[in-house]
């Protein structure tokens, strides 16, 4: 089943075109890669989705659902999640505490249910509490509930952003970088955890850095170089292509360094 659909999509700045007639599917439960040098429009891409910019051109599919013009704020309501939105976390909370935000910002509580002490807000509460419990131990990081979401490690930071996102029940997640500035533990850990969110049926689509962690994890592969479609498919096609090799390598260098 897809879950979302780019038909077309292009992006100007003036006289700059930073997306041009982009076309790409992403299927349900499905971790599908966006890659490409710096510049190339990648994090266009990502903001054209969320609603952040508008198209010059093109359409934005949901489920077969034409959302081209969504509003921003009505796109976690269809089950579209992004990281870097949710892992702007509340610092001085815990990691728990912050899941559980993230389950009152996709169920509407409003503070004054909050405050409210009856014996259904506690129970409601106490229900919350646990399914953000259980956020944090399918990211393997429930040991860290009680630890102030500043301090976590790189790596559990990157998790508890996991966690936040699939407190909103999504049926996709847009990861931006999900292993930038992470050792090769810290990446291989976070990797796995794409994995599983990804076989509870929950599809990625991921913008990454780390060509290793990419080819590794990703179903599918789109390459974009200055807006434009260059190569797609599985890992080792989209490796070896010499359009990729280029943008990333230049022509003298050959696809064992990707």
Not at 82 to 108: D, I, K, P, Y
Not at 153 to 169: D, K, M, R, V, Y
Not at 195 to 217: C, F, K, P, W, Y
Request: hydrophobic share 40%.
């Amino acid at each position: 089943m897809t879950i979302l659909e780019l038909r077309g999509l292009s992006k100007h700045f003036g006289r700059n075109l930073a997306v041009n007639d982009l076309d790409l599917v992403v299927e349900e439960g499905q971790i599908r890669g966006l890659i490409g040098p710096n510049g190339s429009g990648k994090t266009t891409v990502f903001n054209l989705i969320c609603g952040f910019l508008r198209p010059t051109r093109g359409k934005i599919f949901w489920q077969g659902r034409d959302i081209t013009n969504m509003p921003t704020y009505k796109m976690s309501s269809l089950g579209l999640a992004r990281t870097f939105q949710l892992t702007a976390m509340f610092t001085e909370m815990t990691a728990l505490q912050n899941v559980v935000m993230s389950c009152h910002l996709h169920t509407g509580t409003n503070l004054w249910q909050q405050f409210r002490r009856d014996k259904k807000t506690r129970r409601k509460e106490k229900a919350i509490e646990q399914r953000a419990m259980d956020m944090l131990e399918r990211m393997g990081i429930e040991e860290m509930a009680n630890e102030r979401a500043g301090d976590l490690p790189h790596g559990h930071a990157a998790a508890l952003g996991i966690a936040n996102a699939l407190a909103t029940e999504p049926k996709i997640i847009l990861l931006d970088e999900p292993v930038g500035g992470m050792n090769p533990t810290e990446t291989a850990e976070t990797m796995e955890r794409i994995r599983l969110v990804r076989d509870q049926g929950i599809a990625i689509l991921l913008v990454e850095h780390d060509m290793n962690a990419v080819m590794s994890t990703c179903d599918v592969i789109t390459c974009i170089n200055f807006g434009n479609k260059i190569a797609e498919g599985n890992p080792q096609k989209v490796s070896g292509h010499p359009e990729v090799i280029k943008a990333y390598l230049g022509e003298e260098l050959d696809s064992c360094s990707l």
